[in-house]
């Protein structure tokens, strides 16, 4: 299992839109948005879990920047 840090997400970004743009680069296996605790408004990062390390490697070259 592979987790990869996702960071600098829109505020507005949910987990099913961080789930399908990953989806298309292999299984995912869970995501968690990290959400302030007292607003619980995004704070702009999420934790992407795939069980392929290939997947998630190919995630990585195309989604970064």
């Given at each position: 299992?592979t987790?990869?840090f996702?960071g600098?997400l829109?505020?507005?970004a949910?987990?099913?839109?961080?789930?399908y743009?990953?989806?298309?680069?292999?299984?995912v296996?869970s995501v968690?948005?990290?959400a302030?605790?007292?607003?619980n408004?995004?704070?702009?990062?999420a934790?992407?879990?795939?069980?392929?390390l290939?997947?998630a490697?190919?995630a990585?070259?195309?989604?970064?920047g």
């Amino acid at each position: 299992m592979t987790q990869i840090f996702v960071g600098n997400l829109a505020f507005t970004a949910s987990e099913a839109d961080v789930r399908y743009a990953f989806e298309s680069y292999g299984r995912v296996s869970s995501v968690r948005m990290m959400a302030d605790a007292s607003t619980n408004r995004s704070r702009g990062f999420a934790f992407v879990s795939m069980p392929r390390l290939d997947d998630a490697e190919e995630a990585i070259k195309h989604l970064s920047g």
